[in-house]
């Protein structure tokens, strides 16, 4: 989980504190990349794009989903 967390937590930062906001567009696994101590760093900006400056209240959405995962035939 560790390493799913930290590309979360770029994103994160790119979306919603950098000024301005930088949209990634290219998230996938090769585009992850592993550093020391297996630390996770995003690569290839090459689709990214400068996000809306001003109110972040529009045209930011948001979807909600829930996933059921199978472990040794139960659900979790």
Do not use: C
């Amino acid at each position: 989980m560790t390493i799913a967390a930290g590309p979360a937590k770029g994103l994160e930062y790119l979306h919603d504190k950098a000024n301005p906001p930088v949209i990634y567009r290219d998230l996938k696994s090769s585009n992850i990349l592993l550093g020391d101590g297996y630390h996770p760093k995003l690569s290839d900006f090459g689709l990214a794009k400068l996000g809306p400056v001003g109110d972040k209240g529009l045209g930011n959405f948001q979807k909600i989903i829930k996933l059921k995962t199978r472990h040794n035939n139960n659900l979790l």
